[in-house]
């Protein structure tokens, strides 16, 4: 599959297409600790624990990183980190992974939802852009087993379980980043993950974070030993 690429195109795109909105506190971006360069988004679910896909831990080195929490009003080091170990970075399958910050961020935190939602519910994906800016994409969510139906621009051999798609309302929008938080009813629900821009009909992909709860809860415990 093309996963990855269309994710790095869509790095250059997706600021372009976002619309600039007050930033939710809890949407941090994870940058190189040299340049400041964003490398892909994260969520606060905990004062000192961002979510985060797996991919900004993989094919980067975690060492390098650090987090921006109110477009840099905090700049924190991470003290430890992790990736789900069933991560397949050609499938994208279990596409998550969780930071550890150095410092409490001064920021609000969301809560991680307990179920996907419904096919047809609606959704915000958030990004930080390459302007330091932060955009919203409106979206529509459908659940795994209709993304894989064929009728979304995927079929069941491309979307797994631990995915959960979206369509963009607006065409001229798109879905941002790897990494950043897709929330429905004030919670979280998905990270951004690869697909495209989720517009005309074939749906972007998201990390199905309710389905991956008990490796959040098992990570949690580990980095905080």
């Not at 459908?142 to 631990?162: H, P, Q, R």
Request: aromatic share 8%.
């Amino acid at each position: 599959m093309n996963q990855l690429l269309v994710c790095s195109f869509l790095l250059a795109i997706a600021s372009s297409y976002a619309s600039v909105v007050p930033a939710p506190s809890y949407v941090v971006s994870v940058q190189g600790d040299d340049d400041g360069a964003i490398i892909c988004g994260g969520v606060l679910i905990d004062e000192r624990f961002v979510l985060t896909t797996a991919q900004c831990l993989a094919f980067y080195n975690p060492e390098r990183l650090v987090v921006s929490v109110n477009d840099g009003a905090q700049i924190i080091k991470l003290t430890s980190y992790t990736f789900n170990p069933r991560f397949d970075f050609v499938t994208m399958e279990d596409n998550i992974g969780l930071l550890r910050l150095a410092e409490p961020a001064n920021a609000n935190v969301i809560e991680v939802a307990e179920q996907q939602p419904k096919t047809g519910a609606s959704g915000v994906a958030y990004s930080w852009g390459a302007n330091h800016k932060i955009g919203s994409v409106d979206v529509e969510l459908v659940s795994t087993s209709d993304c894989a139906s064929g009728e979304y621009g995927w079929s069941e051999d491309e979307i797994y379980n631990t995915m959960v798609c979206g369509l963009v309302k607006n065409n001229k929008s798109c879905v941002p980043r790897f990494g950043n938080p897709v929330v429905s009813n004030n919670k979280l629900v998905g990270l951004t993950s690869w697909g495209g821009c989720g517009t005309n009909g074939k749906s972007a992909v998201f990390t199905d974070v309710p389905s991956l709860r008990s490796w959040i809860d098992s990570a949690l415990k580990k980095l905080e030993q």
